[in-house]
């Protein structure tokens, strides 16, 4: 008999926002619909300016490179996308992937994207082993199970093939996880607030400070990648709240 695989969930449901997985995605839809036009303003600012820079760094690091077929999952509003592109040149190819229509219009409208597809990271729209590089930025803590997530990760990369999932992973106790919260969970969320008017947005970056603060240890996130068999599974921290988790696709 085919055993059952356990799920794999980034974070348990934070009954205050939602009571279940199908609230949790329609919260998570209205909430990026609504916070769109404001994303990339906020992200400048709550970032001192460094949204770009630190991204670049951070695909640089993973290895992407000029001609590579890239997919940029959870794409938002292109911003990796955009640099990627850069990266990759004329001689590759960016496909950006994202379940919110709002969120990738506003991508368009930027011109950051080449290939606009609405998708999710559990269920791909890209063809299985069609892709050498594959990033998603500050989303993997929005998919339903990371097991199935990284599975499909797995199935569009072409052997050799590199992953990069970026995510902010706060320290679990000490005086830089308070000022940490002090700063993402009250202050991003009040001049949200002031400098949009949108209680949605408001909401968003509060929401966003407990996912990382209930998130799966990293731990959790390496032993997931290695169980659906990805090769050399490992994280870099940087400025000790950056995580960049690499993998590799066997030859
Ligand atoms: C915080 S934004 C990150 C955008 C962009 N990657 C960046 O680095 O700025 C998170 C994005 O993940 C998307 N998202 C939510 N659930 C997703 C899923 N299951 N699969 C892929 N993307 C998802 C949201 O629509 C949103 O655009």
Same mark, same amino acid.
């Given at each position: 008999?085919?055993?059952?695989q356990?799920?794999?969930?980034?974070?348990?449901?934070?009954l205050?926002?939602?009571?279940?997985?199908?609230?949790r995605?329609?919260?998570?839809?209205?909430?990026?619909?609504?916070?769109?036009?404001?994303?990339?303003?906020?992200?400048?600012?709550?970032?001192?300016?460094?949204?770009?820079?630190?991204?670049?760094?951070?695909l640089?690091?993973?290895?992407l490179?000029?001609?590579?077929?890239?997919?940029?999952? #959870?794409?938002?509003?292109?911003? *990796?996308?955009? !640099?990627a /592109?850069?990266?990759v &040149?004329? %001689?590759?190819?960016?496909?950006?992937?994202?379940?919110?229509?709002?969120?990738?219009?506003?991508?368009?409208?930027?011109?950051?994207?080449?290939?606009?597809?609405?998708?999710?990271?559990?269920?791909?729209?890209?063809?299985?082993?069609?892709?050498?590089?594959?990033?998603m930025?500050?989303?993997?803590?929005?998919?339903?199970?990371?097991?199935?997530?990284?599975?499909?990760?797995?199935?569009?990369?072409?052997?050799?093939?590199?992953?990069?999932?970026?995510e902010?992973?706060?320290?679990?106790?000490?005086?830089?996880?308070?000022?940490l919260k #002090?700063?993402?969970?009250?202050? *991003?969320?009040? !001049?949200? /607030?002031?400098t949009? &008017?949108? %209680?949605?947005?408001?909401?968003?970056?509060?929401?966003?400070?407990?996912?990382?603060?209930?998130?799966?240890?990293p731990?959790?996130?390496?032993?997931?990648?290695?169980?659906?068999?990805?090769?050399?599974?490992?994280?870099?921290?940087?400025a000790?709240?950056?995580?960049?988790?690499?993998?590799?696709?066997?030859?």
């Open positions: 008999m085919q055993k059952t356990r799920r794999v969930a980034p974070h348990p449901l934070l205050g926002y939602y009571a279940d997985e199908g609230q995605q329609k919260y998570l839809a209205d909430s990026f619909r609504a916070t769109a036009p404001h994303y990339d303003g906020i992200n400048r600012w709550m970032s001192f300016w460094t949204d770009r820079w630190y991204r670049r760094q951070a640089l690091r993973s290895g490179a000029a001609g590579m077929e890239m997919a940029d999952v #959870g794409c938002g509003t292109g911003i *990796v996308s955009e !640099l /592109r850069g990266i &040149g004329p %001689g590759g190819h960016v496909v950006s992937i994202d379940p919110s229509a709002a969120m990738m219009a506003e991508a368009v409208a930027k011109g950051r994207v080449a290939a606009p597809v609405i998708g999710r990271a559990e269920a791909l729209p890209v063809g299985s082993g069609t892709v050498d590089h594959l990033c930025g500050f989303a993997l803590r929005h998919v339903a199970d990371l097991r199935t997530t990284f599975q499909e990760y797995l199935r569009v990369l072409r052997p050799g093939g590199r992953l990069l999932l970026m902010m992973t706060p320290p679990p106790r000490g005086i830089l996880k308070h000022v #002090g700063y993402m969970r009250y202050a *991003v969320p009040a !001049l949200t /607030r002031m949009t &008017g949108s %209680g949605a947005a408001t909401d968003l970056y509060a929401y966003c400070w407990d996912t990382f603060e209930n998130c799966v240890p731990q959790t996130v390496l032993d997931t990648l290695a169980e659906v068999g990805f090769e050399r599974p490992s994280r870099h921290v940087a000790r709240i950056f995580s960049e988790y690499t993998a590799r696709k066997a030859m």
